[in-house]
């Protein structure tokens, strides 16, 4: 099982102190060493999630996000991001929710859920938990879930969304405008040969509330299916 090195985030590091197109042209050798380190490892974690869900992601590589930063609308200049990173989606309009890992020096994390969802599936979910929010709560508080993920994550309105009472019992569930959870790891556990294995486990963690979700997101009100 191919495992993150050392000095790829060495080369993080370096590149956090030195986010300059100089610096980088100049230590392009580095950054193509680390990047096919973490496509080796991206490689290697994909194989792991295959073995619990089925990913329409073709590969580690195509797996990437770019290291180069758009600063076209941002405040911030810096040409790189200071992290590798990339995501997993799930196959076929019936597997709903995305996967997504973060690599970088002292912030070392996954994530998994609902990023950003259509303006017609959020409205669907909030449908569902004005309806019924506790399969959606059971899910949150069970106890490998909680103590994996912590609490539901993502921006959120700070009133009830129009066309919902802002007195309902499950209005902090509604309010949301994403559904996502995260864990974070540390360091130290980055370069062991079995943590693309951790990563998956902890993944697998996500299924049944991805499986409530991806239901909800494939059928109606009534419970029929939009999908055929």
């Known amino acids: 099982m191919n495992k993150l090195e050392r000095s790829t985030f060495n080369f993080l590091s370096l590149l956090g102190k030195n986010n300059n197109r100089e610096w980088f042209n100049k230590n392009k050798e580095l950054y193509l060493k680390a990047h096919e380190n973490v496509i080796d490892f991206a490689e290697s ?43 997993f989606k799930r196959a076929g309009q019936l597997l709903r929710g995305g996967y997504y890992f973060h690599l970088e020096p002292g912030n070392v994390m996954i994530a998994g859920g609902f990023f950003s969802p259509a303006k017609e599936d959020l409205l669907r979910i909030r449908e569902e938990i004005s309806a019924d929010d506790q399969p959606l709560r059971e899910i ?31 209005i902090d569930l509604i309010r949301y405008k994403q559904f996502y959870v995260t864990h974070k790891f540390e360091d130290a556990d980055v370069f062991s040969s079995e943590f693309a294995k951790i990563i998956s486990q902890t ?26």
């Open 45 to 87: 974690l994909l194989m792991e999630m295959r073995g619990h869900d089925d990913i329409e992601t073709p590969s580690g590589k195509k797996s990437l996000f770019r290291i180069y930063r758009d600063v076209r609308f941002s405040k911030d200049k810096s040409p790189y991001k200071n992290h590798f990173s990339g995501s």
């Open 203 to 228: 993944f697998s963690l996500l299924r049944p509330y991805f499986n409530y979700l991806s239901d909800v997101l494939t059928t109606d009100a009534n419970g029929q299916a939009l999908i055929k």
């Open 140 to 170: 949150l508080n069970e106890p490998d879930f909680k103590k994996a993920f912590g609490v539901l994550q993502g921006e959120q309105l700070k009133t009830a969304p129009k066309g919902f009472d802002k007195d309902h019992p499950a």
